[in-house]
């Protein structure tokens, strides 16, 4: 049974990725909040899926080897949780800062093209979008750490 609910997830990745490359190539447009709910609902049905069908394996294989990699590393599950929080800190504070160094970067380049002058001014507002990822960092070391 898992190995259907991999294979069937395999197949709606690749199936994703070949229906976005035929996308581009036709120039078609859409919306974007559509296509990005449709991604991540199929995501969510698949981690689901994972879940229900591969819990009680998971549980059991899991209890068995946790106790013995617990006992070989010194590691516990708050631990786990560090590492956790401090990856999720750095990963969206970096999704974060592509949004933002996104959109103020296109509008700096607008803005230098009519009036050359205010490059340096552009810059500092690219470099603050961009300190959004260092305090994210910053954040994870934190908890890594302390």
Not at 64 to 93: C, I, V, W
Not at 101 to 123: C, F, H, M, N, R
């Amino acid at each position: 049974m898992m190995q259907l609910v991999i294979v069937l997830g395999t197949m709606i990745a690749v199936g994703t990725i070949l229906y976005g490359v035929k996308a581009m190539k036709s120039n078609k447009t859409g919306n974007l909040r559509t296509q990005l709910l449709t991604s991540i609902g199929l995501f969510s049905a698949m981690v689901v899926a994972f879940v229900v069908v591969g819990a009680d394996q998971v549980v059991l294989a899991a209890t068995a080897e946790t106790a013995n990699t617990a006992a070989a590393t010194g590691l516990s599950l708050g631990d786990g949780f560090k590492y956790l929080a401090a990856a999720l800190s750095t990963g969206l504070a970096t999704i974060g800062t592509g949004v933002a160094v996104g959109s103020v970067g296109s509008s700096a380049i607008g803005a230098v093209s009519e009036d050359p002058t205010i490059l340096g001014k552009t810059l500092i507002f690219v470099g603050m979008a961009e300190g959004i990822a260092i305090y994210g960092m910053i954040i994870s070391i934190l908890i890594l750490f302390i």
